[in-house]
């Protein structure tokens, strides 16, 4: 997986969709009074970016080494001790997990006071299999149900949940990833009323999540 990731780099770091939107200004604003920070599958940075911004040390992690982050590491496995960060985030990855309970649980095992969470959210089987043909790399979304099960699960209190709609470019969201085509057409069918005049919008859900 990091040689797809390591080849999409610079899609990443440019992409519209990624730089910014109220998700990630949610999940600024739930920073608030940090002074460190763990940015969990950091890949164009935009979370690094924004943290810092506010005054926040941070620490980038990501598999992918053309990502270029600070620790190179998955988030099921991270290597670094309790409690070593007072917030622990991760926008946008979770749904290339492998293991999400054990990502969750790895966050939670590092984070000294909260846990930030931001992802597309669960919209249907359509929506998956759109994701998987637009991306092979995509395992799932998912829902507010499953979220707080992670966070339960993981010894952590949900204390906040936001959803939001995010909208972005069509044709850039299929470019990242180099779907085109017959794939490309059967993704759009698949997504249906998501997409107008050319743009996409997806519902992304923010869970702010707390050590007891
Ligand atoms: C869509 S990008 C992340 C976007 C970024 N967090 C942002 O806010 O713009 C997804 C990232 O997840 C990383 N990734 C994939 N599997 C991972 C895993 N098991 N653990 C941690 N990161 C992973 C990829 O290398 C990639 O950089």
Known sequence: ??????????????????????????????AEGARSALDVATGGGHVARRLRD???????????????????????????????????????????FADPAGAVREMGRVARDRVLLVDTEFMGEEAEQAEALRDPS????????EWRAFAEAAGLRVADVEHFEHAFDLAAWLARTGCEGDEAERAVALL?????????????????????
Not at 73 to 84: G, I
Request: hydrophobic letters at 40%; proline letters at 5%.
């Open 54 to 96: 506010e005054g926040i040390d941070v620490v980038t992690l990501d598999p992918s080494p053309g990502m270029n982050p600070d620790v190179i590491s998955r988030a099921e496995d991270l290597p670094f001790a309790d409690a070593s960060f007072d917030v622990v985030a991760c926008r946008t990855a979770a749904h290339h």
């Open 192 to 212: 249906g009323e998501r997409v107008h005049d050319g743009r996409l919008t997806l519902r992304k859900i923010a869970v702010r999540a707390v050590k007891p």
């Open 138 to 145: 995509h395992v799932r979304n998912y829902s507010e149900a």
């Open 1 to 30: 997986m990091s040689n797809v990731w390591d080849a999409r780099a610079a899609a990443y770091v440019d992409s519209d969709a990624h730089r910014g939107g109220a998700d990630l200004e949610q999940l600024v604003a739930w």
